[in-house]
């Protein structure tokens, strides 16, 4: 084992405890209980439109790695 497993590692770990730790905590109910909350049952955008999109977006890149 390196010194860069063991950095890495132990910052992954870190990071880790740091999340579940403040996980723990809830927004104040001023926050919660909003009137221009965002509505997240109608869709904004359409499943298919982000997956062409993707698609599109690797073909591009692969296009231009392809060239050099």
Do not use: C, H, P
């Not at 084992?1 to 927004?27: C, E, K, P, Q």
């Amino acid at each position: 084992m390196d010194f860069n497993t063991l950095i890495f590692g132990g910052l992954a770990v870190i990071s880790l405890a740091v999340f579940l730790f403040i996980g723990r905590f809830r927004a104040f109910k001023s926050q919660r209980e909003r009137d221009d909350r965002i509505d997240w049952s109608k869709r904004q955008f359409s499943l298919w439109r982000i997956a062409l999109y993707s698609l599109g977006v690797v073909l591009m890149i692969v296009l231009v790695t392809q060239m050099m």
